[in-house]
């Protein structure tokens, strides 16, 4: 049923988890905690003290932290020691410029080489690091910076003309806006970060900090309502030093690859901080997705452990096996997952195109890391998120009353997916929205808004938003399902299934599906597809309805808007679509 692997001792690396049970047994935060570093004289946690600082005073100075590869060709390598001095001297502009602790600092760029080195020195001036998705028009851009009190913005004049200049009368506390490719100042408050950076001190002592101080803010797409600010605290490296270590299974002579751009939660975790953390070489692209490009760069920078999501793996298999076949990926050992159900035939696909399965993985924003896993050592269940984290308590829950929950403790029975608070990289809340916070937990759970089941061997399966679950005839059926299912069929390239509402059987299950190149959409095609589907799902859980459609709208997150779907079928507003990816 599962996907076994070779035996570990076997593996040219040894994993760091072999034995599950026993790594949890034996699980403590303390353990992690003295595996990293603390501020010298005890004066607390930094993450950029943990992910650069400790590396560059050690033997890894002169190793390579950070690979960048621009959208034109050029590179650009940066050793830990770099790293180090080029953050400082972003410290020290800071605290020049009056910002300290719990300030907010914005960042709206590519994936360029001076966000990284922003990120961190705002990590060490203990300041609040908010990156935004540089694909964000003004209005998004506009709630974020306001409802995040940004002081200083980081951005390039383009993106500072198109999107921000018409902002800033509305924005008071927006101080200053850093601008990394201007070569002089362009105003008392519109800075050029070249000149800043030359002019400041390459050290930096960074000052005491508390475990709990807040390091990033978060926002949440917003595919569920308008933005939520996650906050997260230094100590969170503990969860992504962890994760590192068992699930992207780092060693120290890894070269690491997180497709995710820093404007979400997984860019900057594992974009950033997790591998650093690690004393290895991070990967960064600043291209967009190009299936030819990224086989070339899986190959030539000998990429052994590559971090993406299930969009682009289905892009891969849109193109097929030969091109893929072509490249020489014999580094890479660990292919990981995230942000979206991975269907089994993309776990398969792996295997079959690249020599390696799939391991898929959940977290969300608030969760600050990854919290369920399919193991680098352990089977892979096709479909599954896998199991908890060592240090991670994860439940099936049942709400039952205004402020209790149950747990479910029979397998394969469906509810909401929560998690027992306290790990480290948790958020400790939303900006402005202590309620919204408060309504997060419930009888001792946090509750993470997604349905899912667990199985007889403690493996949990995604089965959808709380808010996406179709009620059709009394029956409960999780979109996922019913996708993974079409997906199976060799015509379909993606599905998307919404509940339409139905005045007999109260939603009536609706999928959209783009057709693989090759198939043509017509009546014949959409029958099969309807028998197919009630052949592995039963009538009562199958589509009644399919329309096809050349691609389906996805967030700059990859995910598909069953929302939007579910709008254009019913013909109401679409709402915010400045997270839509513009059709290929
Ligand atoms: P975000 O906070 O934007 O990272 O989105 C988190 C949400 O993405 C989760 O609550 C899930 O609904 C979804 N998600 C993340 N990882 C997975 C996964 N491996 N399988 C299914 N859904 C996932």
Redesign the pocket.
């Known amino acids: 049923m599962g996907i076994q692997k070779k035996h570990p001792a076997s593996w040219k690396t040894v994993p760091n988890l072999l034995n599950y049970a026993d790594v949890v047994a034996n699980f403590s935060w303390n353990t992690i905690r003295n595996e990293l570093q603390g501020l010298p004289e005890g004066r607390g946690i930094n993450i950029a003290h943990e992910a650069v600082d400790r590396h560059a005073g050690g033997p890894l100075r002169d190793h390579v932290a950070l690979q960048w590869l621009g959208s034109d060709g050029a590179e650009r390598a940066f050793t830990y020691d770099d790293l180090k001095r080029l953050s400082n001297r972003f410290a020290n502009i800071l605290k020049e410029l009056g910002l300290g602790k719990a300030d907010t600092v914005c960042a709206l760029a590519g994936r360029i080489p001076e966000l990284y080195i922003a990120a961190l020195g705002v990590f060490k001036n203990t300041s609040v690091f908010c990156p935004l998705f540089s694909a964000f028009g003004p209005e998004p851009i506009f709630q974020r910076l306001s409802r995040g009190d940004a002081k200083l913005l980081l951005t390039t004049e383009r993106y500072y003309r198109q999107k921000v200049s018409q902002l800033m009368g509305d924005l008071p506390l927006l101080k200053h806006v850093l601008l990394v490719d201007a070569p002089d100042h362009l105003g008392d408050d519109l800075l050029s970060l070249p000149r800043l950076m030359a002019a400041s001190s390459d050290t930096y002592l960074i000052p005491p900090t508390g475990a709990e101080d807040i390091a990033a803010l978060h926002f949440?797409?917003g595919?569920t309502g308008i933005p939520k600010g996650a906050l997260h605290v230094h100590s969170a490296a503990l969860t992504h030093y962890m994760t590192g270590k068992y699930v992207m299974d780092f060693h120290p002579e890894d070269v690491f690859w997180c497709t995710a751009d820093p404007g979400?939660?997984?860019g900057t975790s594992y974009g950033i901080i997790s591998p650093l953390l690690h004393g290895i070489t991070n990967v960064v692209d600043e291209a967009d997705f190009d299936a030819v490009r990224w086989c070339r760069i899986l190959a030539s920078r000998k990429v052994s452990v590559w971090y993406t999501a299930p969009t682009a793996i289905r892009r891969f298999m849109r193109m097929g096996l030969e091109p893929v076949r072509e490249y020489d990926l014999s580094q890479l050992r660990l292919i990981h997952?995230?942000?979206?159900?991975?269907n089994p035939e993309a776990v398969l696909w792996g295997l079959k195109a690249m020599g390696l399965p799939i391991h898929?993985?959940?977290?969300?924003?608030?969760t600050g890391g990854i919290m369920i896993a399919n193991f680098p050592a352990i089977e892979i269940r096709p479909g599954s998120?896998g199991r908890p984290l060592p240090g991670i308590e994860a439940a099936i829950v049942k709400r039952s009353g205004k402020d209790s929950v149950t747990v479910i403790e029979a397998d394969g029975v469906q509810g909401e997916l929560a998690l027992r608070p306290g790990w480290p990289s948790m958020f400790r809340g939303y900006l402005h929205d202590a309620a919204r916070y408060r309504k997060c937990f419930l009888g001792g759970w946090y509750l993470?808004?997604?349905l899912a089941k667990r199985d007889a061997d403690g493996y949990f399966w995604?089965v959808g938003?709380a808010d996406d679950i179709i009620k059709t005839s009394g029956h409960m059926v999780g979109p996922?399902e019913v996708e993974s299912v079409l997906m199976a069929h060799p015509a379909v390239a993606e599905a998307g299934v919404i509940g339409k509402p139905d005045p007999l059987i109260g939603e009536m299950v609706k999928a959209f599906v783009a057709l693989k190149p090759g198939f043509t959409p017509s009546d014949a095609l959409r029958l099969e597809l309807i028998g197919f589907a009630r052949k592995k799902l039963g009538s009562a859980v199958a589509p009644k309805e399919i329309d096809f459609t050349p691609d389906l709208p996805k967030n700059k997150?990859g995910?598909i808007m069953r929302r939007l779907l579910k709008a254009r079928e019913l013909g109401l507003p679409e709402g915010d679509l400045s997270t839509l990816e513009e059709s290929e």
């Not at 997952?337 to 991975?342: A, D, F, K, N, T």
Request: no cysteine; glycine share 8%.
């Open positions: 949440t797409s595919t979400w939660v997984t997952s995230v942000g979206e159900p991975l898929d993985n959940w977290w969300q924003t608030e998120m993470t808004g997604d995604f938003r996922f997150a995910k």
